[in-house]
C-alpha cells in the first residue's frame, strides 16, 4: 500500500500526535481507546499508506467506527484535515477490501441509483407514506419484526414520517420576492430531505421571500454526493458535483442555499473532492465561493421586521458539519436570539457530535445510541421546550433521543422557528 492513492503524505504529516483532539472524538470519549481517537486513526492511516500494516478487521473496525463529525479539526493546532484523511482512507477501503454480495448489492441500491434518482425517491416517498398511514407501520413496530431485520430494522426504526407532497414538486419554479427584491438565490433540495424535509424546504423558501429573496430551485441539480464522499465513494460523489455545477454554477445567483448543514460541507468543498479535474477545477471553486449554509446568508444579509414573539425556552445543538466543516457557529445562535420572546439557553458540550452522522446511526447503531443518551444527558441539563439545530440528519436523531430520554420535544430547525415567528 506504499504510496496509497487516496491517503497524501503531507496530510498524514501534518499530525503532531499531541492529542488535544482526543476529548473532541466523541468515540473517544465514549470508549477511552486510542485506536478510537483521532490521534489513534491517523497513526493506523499512516501505517496503511506506509505498507506497515495490512487493512485487517481492527483496522476496519476502527475506521468504521468514526462518525466523520471533525470536531477534532477544530481541537487541532497543526490544522489536521481529517474529514479529508477517513474520507480517503474510506476511499481506499471500497477499493482494496472485498465486499460481500449483500453489501454490494445495498450500495448500488442506495448510493448508485434511489439517493440521485428523484424518479425512485419520489415511489420511495409514496410507498412509505402508505406504509406510514395505513396503519401497517403500528402493526410491524408491534410485532418485534424489526429487531430481527438488522440494519434494515434500525433504519426503519429512525425513520422521520413521508411527507407529501414532496419538495420535488417545486422543482423548477422560481419564487418571488416578498416586495421589494433584495437577491436572486438558488436552494439546493438535496435528495432525501425532499421526502422527509419537504415542509423545511418549503419553510426556508417562505423565510427567504420574507426577507427579500427570489427563490429559484433548479430544476437540474441532484443529491450533493455528501453520503457518498463519507462512505469512500469518491467517483459517484464527484459525478454529483460536476452535475451540481453544471446546474447551479452559471445562473447569476447571488448565493446558492442549502439548509442542511451536512450538505453544505461537502458543496463548499467541490473544489478539493474535484482538484486536478481539468474541466472542473476553476468552476467548482466559482460555486464554492456562492455557496452557504441558510443560518450564514440570513445572518449576513439582516433579518426583516415583523417577527411574533415565541414565548419558548430553546436550547441549539451544533450540527458538527456547521460547526467544525464550515465554522458556522454564531449566525444560528444570532437568528434565534433576533425572535422576540425566545430564550437561548445553552447546553454544555453543544458541539459535541449527536451520533448521528449520516448513515452511521443504523450501520453502527450501539455507539449511535449512547452517544444521543449522552447529549440528551447534556439537553436535560438546560430543560428546554424545544431543541433547535441546523441539519436535518441531527433532527432526525434528536427526536429519537427526546423521545427515548428527554420529554418529547420538539425538534425544530432555526428556519422553521423564524418562520413560525414570521407566521400571522
Not at 466543516?325 to 445562535?333: D, E, F, L
Given at each position: 500500500m506504499a504510496g496509497s492513492k487516496h491517503l497524501r503524505q503531507k496530510d498524514l504529516d501534518k499530525c503532531v500526535h499531541c492529542g488535544l483532539c482526543l476529548n473532541a472524538c466523541p468515540t473517544y470519549r465514549e470508549l477511552g481507546i486510542e485506536m478510537d481517537s483521532p490521534r489513534g486513526r491517523v497513526y493506523q492511516m499512516a501505517q496503511v499508506s506506509a505498507g506497515e500494516r495490512g487493512m485487517g478487521e481492527s483496522y476496519l473496525e476502527h475506521m468504521g467506527l468514526c462518525l466523520a463529525c471533525r470536531g477534532c479539526e477544530t481541537a487541532c493546532p497543526s490544522g489536521v484535515q481529517y474529514g479529508r484523511l477517513i474520507e480517503a482512507a474510506r476511499a481506499e477501503i471500497q477499493e482494496s477490501v472485498p465486499k460481500t454480495a449483500t453489501v454490494r448489492l445495498l450500495q448500488w441500491l442506495v448510493f448508485r441509483k434511489l439517493l440521485p434518482s428523484r424518479v425512485l425517491l419520489r415511489a420511495m416517498g409514496a410507498g412509505l407514506a402508505l406504509y406510514q398511514k395505513s396503519g401497517l407501520q403500528a402493526l410491524v413496530r408491534g410485532s418485534g419484526l424489526l429487531k430481527a431485520m438488522g440494519a434494515m430494522g434500525r433504519a426503519e426504526a429512525l425513520a422521520p414520517e413521508a411527507e407529501t407532497p414532496t419538495f420535488f414538486t417545486s422543482y423548477g419554479k422560481v419564487f418571488p420576492a416578498a416586495g421589494e427584491r433584495r437577491y436572486r438565490v438558488a436552494l439546493l433540495g438535496g435528495c432525501m430531505a425532499n421526502v422527509f424535509f419537504a415542509r423545511l424546504n418549503e419553510a426556508t423558501v417562505r423565510v427567504l421571500q420574507k426577507n427579500g429573496c427570489e427563490v429559484a430551485v433548479p430544476d437540474e441539480q441532484t443529491c450533493c454526493g455528501a453520503l457518498h464522499a463519507h462512505q469512500g465513494l469518491k467517483a459517484e460523489a464527484q459525478a454529483l458535483a460536476r452535475r451540481n455545477i453544471d446546474a447551479l454554477v452559471d445562473g447569476g445567483y447571488d448565493a446558492v442555499l442549502t439548509n442542511a448543514a451536512g450538505c453544505g460541507s461537502t458543496l463548499k468543498e467541490y473544489h478539493e473532492l474535484l482538484e486536478g479535474d481539468p474541466a472542473y477545477e476553476e468552476k467548482a471553486r466559482r460555486f464554492v465561493g456562492k455557496m452557504r449554509d441558510v443560518t450564514e446568508f440570513l445572518a449576513s444579509i439582516g433579518l426583516v421586521e415583523g417577527l411574533r414573539e415565541l414565548p419558548y425556552r430553546v436550547t441549539y445543538q451544533d450540527s458538527c458539519h456547521l460547526a467544525h466543516?464550515?465554522?458556522?457557529?454564531?449566525?444560528?445562535?444570532k437568528l434565534l436570539r433576533s425572535i422576540p420572546g425566545l430564550k437561548l439557553v445553552e447546553m454544555p458540550a453543544s458541539d459535541v457530535c449527536c451520533g448521528s452522522a449520516g448513515i452511521?446511526?443504523?450501520?453502527?447503531?450501539?455507539?449511535?445510541?449512547?452517544?444521543?443518551?449522552?447529549?440528551?444527558?447534556?439537553?436535560?441539563?438546560?430543560?428546554?421546550d424545544v431543541i433547535a439545530t441546523a441539519n436535518p440528519g441531527c433532527m432526525i436523531q434528536l427526536r429519537a433521543g427526546a423521545a427515548r430520554h428527554g420529554k418529547g420535544q420538539p425538534v425544530k430547525h432555526v428556519v422553521e422557528l423564524l418562520d413560525e415567528a414570521y407566521s400571522s
Open positions: 466543516g464550515q465554522r458556522v457557529r454564531a449566525q444560528p445562535r452511521y446511526n443504523v450501520v453502527q447503531n450501539e455507539m449511535s445510541m449512547r452517544i444521543l443518551e449522552t447529549k440528551m444527558g447534556n439537553v436535560n441539563v438546560v430543560n428546554p
